[in-house]
C-alpha cells in the first residue's frame, strides 16, 4: 500500500501525532476496526486512572485487530480518537508517537462526556487499508 502524508503551508501544522491528510492508493483490503478500549484479552481494564496506560493499551488492540486482518499499523491511514478529559491531549500522543510513524494517518480527537464503561478513558477505532 503506497500511503502519502499530505501537508500544506495553508493549514497550520499538527501538535500532535497525525498528519493534515492522508492519501492512499486505494488497491488493498479496507479495514475498519471498531473502537478499541483498554480492555486487556482477558477482560480486565488497564491502567484504570492512568491515561498513557489505557492509551498503551488501547494501541496495542488496534495493532492485534490489524495483525489479525494481515497489515501491521503502517497500515493504518485514519484514527477517531474519543476521550473523557482533552486536558490528556499531550500524554496521549506521547503515546501514539511509540505506535504510529510516518506517513502519520489522518485522525480526530473529541472529548465525550461517557464511553462504554466508566473506567474508560479513550477510546479509538481505525481505518487501515491493507495490499
Known sequence: MAKT???????HTPNGVFSQATTVEASGRLVFVSGM???RPD???AGVGDIREQTRQVCE?????????????????RVDVY??????FAKIHEIRAQYFTEPLPASTMVEVSKLAHPDYLIEINAIAVIS
Open 83 to 88: 476521550v473523557r478529559n482533552m486536558e490528556d
Open 43 to 45: 477482560g480486565s481494564i
Open 37 to 39: 478500549t483498554a480492555r
Open 61 to 77: 488492540n488496534v495493532r492485534s485487530a490489524v495483525v489479525a486482518a494481515g497489515g501491521t499499523l503502517a497500515d493504518v491511514c
Open 5 to 11: 502524508q499530505v501537508s500544506t503551508t495553508a493549514l
